[in-house]
């Protein structure tokens, strides 16, 4: 008996595959950076209350677009500090308006004990009440014998954000298989219903589909036996993307090991239980709408560059000679175009690539390369955060002994694409002063 290692690749399209002054780092000298709150140690404020909405990553239903953390920087060698949650607002991120989630203040115990791990994997709307809850990944105590307890647990959003203990996620006897965990979640409307869903590895090439909308026990709607998906062993992951536009969600799954081949596993009333096309070997997919319009476009970074194909599942192809570490999308420009923004591993830069009627433009628009890190740069997320219609970027870099920089780019209509310069950066160090 083991954990899974999948890893649930998805990308959702529903209505949101369309992503949508400066101190010497970008910081508004307007207000204080949340690197300058956390080391006066400041509280967090008050989440504003919010009456519920449709915006995405939305957990106090305010309308403003909130931002999860995790792998939070912190001195020692220490257990992860928890999740962090920095709350939207009119303008953008409030890093001031802040939430830390643990393990010991917010976990399920799982026969008396509290889990060891507690890690975001997705975020949507499980309840429909119009506010977004958080799927988190535990380590609940388990002796080997027979099938595992489900390591997902659930945080409900609130017009207070994301308050209250999680409960655990109930899985169904029909809907596992084999003693594999049932775990790596993505969200998505797969059977049309307007309810968001949950699909989860359950063994094998297999997937358990557990309907929507979900109580506050965590139990689902509905759910039915284990489906079986291409390949052997699983990797999916991401939201999830209606490719072929019939108001169905798809999923994507790929083999596990290294570049692998993908393929799609298609939505239809019943879940996703129908086959797709596959997709050539990567180590991730991205999709987008790099040339407008409806149809949808796929990014999938291997090691010999990025493969691009249009028209998903079309026959329209190109590639980008680039070697990726990850791919994210988002029309930063606000023109219905997404653009593609590319990491390369190790070198302390992001490329972003232009989306254009041809196609996505061959070389680099813009090139961002944060000041002051140590480490690769990680691009956190591209979503639109100040509600101007156009994706921001989000990156963050280690600055070395246990600190770090998030900085936020706000996207732009000029041929730049994104700012210059960061219009907020913060730390995340803040979440230790809770």
């Not at 108001?247 to 290294?258: F, H, I, P, S, T």
């Not at 706000?410 to 219009?423: A, I, Q, S, T, W």
Request: aromatic share 4%; net charge negative.
């Amino acid at each position: 008996m083991r954990r899974s290692g999948i890893r649930l690749l998805a990308a959702v399209v529903g209505g949101a595959l369309l992503l949508a002054g400066c101190g010497g780092d970008g910081e508004s000298p307007a207000r204080p950076t949340a690197e300058g709150l956390a080391a006066r140690g400041a509280p967090a404020k008050a989440v504003p209350h919010g009456k519920g909405s449709e915006v995405p990553d939305d957990f106090n239903g305010d309308g403003a677009r909130d931002l999860v953390l995790d792998d939070l920087a912190h001195q020692g060698h220490g257990d992860d500090p928890g999740i962090g949650i920095v709350y939207g607002g009119r303008a953008g991120l409030v890093p001031d308006t802040r939430h830390l989630l643990t393990a010991r203040a917010d976990g399920a115990r799982t026969k008396g004990e509290l889990p060891a791990a507690f890690e975001s994997e997705a975020a949507c709307d499980l309840d429909g009440d119009g506010f977004t809850d958080l799927v988190v990944s535990t380590d609940p105590p388990y002796d080997g014998q027979g099938q595992p307890p489900v390591p997902l647990q659930l945080l409900f959003g609130s017009p207070k954000g994301l308050t209250g203990t999680a409960v655990k996620l109930q899985v169904p006897a029909r809907a596992r298989l084999g003693n594999d965990w049932p775990d790596q979640p993505v969200c998505g409307d797969f059977d049309g219903d307007g309810a968001q869903d949950l699909v989860l590895h359950a063994s094998g090439a297999h997937l358990s589909f557990l309907r929507g909308p979900f109580t506050h026990r965590g139990e689902p709607r509905a759910a039915a036996a284990p489906l079986a998906a291409p390949g052997n062993e699983l990797v999916t992951g991401g939201p999830a993307v209606d490719v072929n536009r019939d108001g169905y969600d798809d999923l994507v799954v790929r083999e596990e090991a290294g570049a692998s081949r993908g393929g799609l596993v298609l939505g239809g009333p019943e879940g996703p239980r129908r086959t797709g096309a596959l997709l050539p070997a990567g180590t991730d997919t991205a999709f987008g709408t790099f040339r407008g319009g409806r149809a949808v476009d796929a990014a999938l970074p291997g090691p010999r560059g990025i493969a691009l194909r249009y028209d998903v599942p079309g026959t329209a192809r190109a590639s980008l000679a680039v070697r990726a570490a990850t791919v994210r999308t988002g029309d930063l420009d606000g023109d219905g175009r997404s653009e593609l923004v590319v990491t390369g591993g190790g070198s302390g830069e992001v490329w972003i690539y232009r989306g254009r009627a041809a196609g996505l433009a061959a070389n680099a628009t813009a090139t961002l390369v944060p000041a002051g890190g140590s480490g690769p740069v990680q691009v956190l997320k591209v979503a639109d955060f100040d509600g101007d219609r156009r994706a921001d970027v989000v990156v963050r870099t280690s600055t070395g002994r246990g600190t770090d920089r998030v900085r936020v780019y706000r996207g732009v209509r000029n041929g730049d694409l994104v700012e210059r310069k960061p219009g907020l950066t913060f730390s995340t160090t803040m979440f230790a002063s809770r």
